[in-house]
Structure formats: C-alpha cells, structure tokens
C-alpha cells in the first residue's frame, strides 16, 4: 500500500458521489479532475519559436514514446478514476503515424465523454470528415496571426494557406473552433484586432495566451510584457464597449465578446497563473511521464510502471497518491522543482 509521505496514511484523494454512477476526483486541494491532456508525439511541423529552436529538438526515439496500447490502457485507468474528458496534442499530434486509429479507439472508450484536440493545422484538413464521424468534441488551432510572412517568422515555416484550409474544414463541418493565439511584443501585436475581427462573421472563439518560457531552450525569456492585464486594456482602447462573458467551470481564459460578434475573445494568463485555483486538467508527456501541473517537472512515469507489470489497479494507486499530493498552484510547482529552470519545450507537455 502506498502511504503519503506526510502523513504516512494512505493518500488521502477525495471523491465526491454526486448521484451513481457519476464521480467527481478530488485533489488535496478539493479541486476536481476530470481533464487529460495527453501529447502524444513531441515531433512537430512547425518550429514557432515560442516552443523550440530552428534545429527541433532531441526527439523521443520510438522505444521511449508510450505506445498506442499503453495510452489506451492509461485512458481506461483514468476514465475509471474519474477523467472523462481528453485532448489529444503534441507536438504536432497528426505527425504522429496511425493516430487517427488512435483517436478511433478512443472514440469507443466507455465513460469517456469528450475527446478534443489541439493542432496546428499543418496537415489536419483532409482529416476533418472522419474527426466529425468520430465525434470530436472540439478542436483548438494554434494561429498567431493572418499574415502570411509574420507566420513565417514566428513558426519558419510558409504554412498559413494550409491552416487556413483547416479552419474552413473545421467550420463547414461544424466542428467547434478555437483559435489560439500566443502573444508576443515586437512579433504579432498588430494581429489582436484583425483576429478579434474574425469573431465578428465567424462561429470562433479566439484566445490571446501570454508567452510562457517553454521554447525548448530557443531564448532566454523575461517576464511577458503582453500580460493579460496588457492585452485587456489593447482591446477595450479598440472596443471600449467589449463585454465580460461568463467563464465556463475550470475556463483557464477569462472571456469577452464584442457587441454583435459570433465567437467569443479570451485571455489565457498562462505566465501570470491566476486559473490555478480551478485547474481540473493533468498532462502525460510522450514518455509518458504524469504532470499534475504545467510547470511542475513531472511527478510520476507512467510508462515505467506499465513496462514493469504493474496491474491497473496498482496504476491507480500510483495515481491517487499523485493527485492527493498536487501543488496548490504554478509558483509552488516552480518552486519544487530546486532550479530546474522551466525551459523545457511546450512541444513535450502539450500546452
Ligand atoms: N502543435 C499543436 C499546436 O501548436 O496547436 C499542439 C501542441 S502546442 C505545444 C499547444 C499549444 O501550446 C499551442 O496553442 C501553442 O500556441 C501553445 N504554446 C506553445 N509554446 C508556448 C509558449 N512558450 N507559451 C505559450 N503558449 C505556448
Ligand atoms: Fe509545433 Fe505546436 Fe510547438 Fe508550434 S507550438 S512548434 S506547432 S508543437
């Protein structure tokens, strides 16, 4: 029996039983989970510089990357506990061989509800037919601006027209659009107002994030000049009659809209961490390594548990003892990992 480390008693995760068969999975700070985000690939299309460096990074060979199987067990332990919402991202995740036979997996998974994905559009419109058969819930496209060389200088790849394609795919088949964007002085702050513009005739939501130091190394990165507080105050100068919306349970953007426009603009304070008192979401990397925080360094590894025989409910135990020991927030989780600095790629936790 695992005991926690504090207290030596056994981990002392909450459920709550709303009405059965539904359960809600509790952390140490009586935070529900529900949410995973699973990057299933670290290699990626696109080299945008917020993420990693023009050369890439040191890939995942394929005999550390969970396999296919393994996610799917993962899920299914998860799903018990608890989680019933999944995105799958990356890296680029369509980069990855057999993914969408994957997501068809996936799709048959009893108890889960929601699968989403996060893409960078590259290569994902031919897809889209199947992803609507599938059921996808939604999907988040990564887009910092509408102008064809200003994408090339942020991703170094002349990519715009083909996620472009995308977001027209995804539109015509209905499928949810959220548009990401990351915002960067002196690289795309000329695109905030032509992007909240598409929210206008457009059913898209766009979120501008601030720039987090997850670039694999590519620069040293100070505070974020563009903070929420920032981007806020640029749109209500263009907007001054923009609209505080409701933020959804566990939203991590505080969200707006302008007058008369179809979607919706929010702003995901990434750097600034002010979501963490209802973050709902864990993460597992493409070694399978569990994150129960964005910015912690990785708090169990999965993969080696399952490669060692571990059966699922030995999993789970393993798993309940991480939830019952969960940062309270993004600073403390900083601070654990003793100067470890938070340099690591984006493309190795998911975003
Ligand atoms: N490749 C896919 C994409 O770009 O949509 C999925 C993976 S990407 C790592 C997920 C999200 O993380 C993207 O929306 C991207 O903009 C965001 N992201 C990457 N690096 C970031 C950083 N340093 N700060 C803030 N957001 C970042
Ligand atoms: Fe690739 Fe997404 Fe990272 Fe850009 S943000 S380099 S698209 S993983």
Not at 4 to 10: G, I, Q, T, V, Y
Not at 26 to 38: F, K
Not at 238 to 254: A, G, H, R
Request: proline share 6%.
């Amino acid at each position: 029996m695992i005991t926690c480390k504090r207290c030596s008693k056994p981990p002392c995760v909450g459920y709550i039983y709303l009405f059965k068969p539904v359960i809600v999975l509790l952390d140490n700070h009586g935070r529900a989970i529900h949410y995973l985000r699973l990057a299933v690939t670290d290699r990626c299309n696109l080299r945008c510089h917020y993420c990693m460096p023009e050369h890439g990074l040191e890939w995942t060979s394929r005999a550390e990357l969970l396999s296919y199987e393994e996610m799917l067990r993962m899920c299914k332990v998860l799903v018990r506990l608890g989680i019933n919402k999944v995105r799958i991202t990356g890296g680029e995740p369509f980069v990855r061989k057999d993914l969408m036979k994957f997501i068809r997996a996936l799709s048959k998974l009893d108890g889960l509800e929601q699968i989403n994905l996060t893409t960078n559009g590259v290569i994902t419109a031919p897809l889209v037919p199947e992803l609507k058969k599938l059921g996808i819930h939604s999907v988040n496209l990564s887009l910092d601006t509408l102008d064809r060389e200003r994408f090339f200088q942020i991703t170094r790849r002349d990519e715009l027209p083909r996620v472009l394609e995308t977001l027209d795919a995804l539109l015509s088949h209905d499928i949810p659009v959220k548009i990401n964007a990351v915002v960067m002085e002196g690289q795309n702050t000329d695109d905030l107002l032509p992007l909240v513009e598409m929210t206008k005739n457009l059913p898209v939501d766009v979120r501008f994030i601030e720039e987090m130091p997850f670039n694999g190394g590519d620069h040293e990165t100070a505070i974020p000049l563009w903070n929420h507080v920032k981007i806020l105050h640029t749109l209500c100068q263009q907007w001054p009659d923009l609209e505080k919306t409701p933020d959804p349970p566990y939203s991590t953007s505080m969200n707006y809209r302008v007058p008369g426009h179809r979607g919706k603009v929010g702003i995901i304070a990434a750097w600034s961490r002010t979501f963490c008192g209802t973050c709902n979401r864990i993460r597992v990397t493409p070694q399978g390594v569990l994150k129960t925080c964005l910015y912690d360094h990785g708090v169990l590894q999965l993969r080696d548990l399952m490669r060692n025989g571990l059966s699922d409910a030995e999993l789970s135990e393993h798993l309940l003892f991480a939830f019952s020991h969960r940062h309270k927030d993004g600073w403390e989780a900083e601070e654990a990992r003793r100067g470890v600095p938070v340099e690591e790629s984006m493309a190795t936790i998911g975003g």
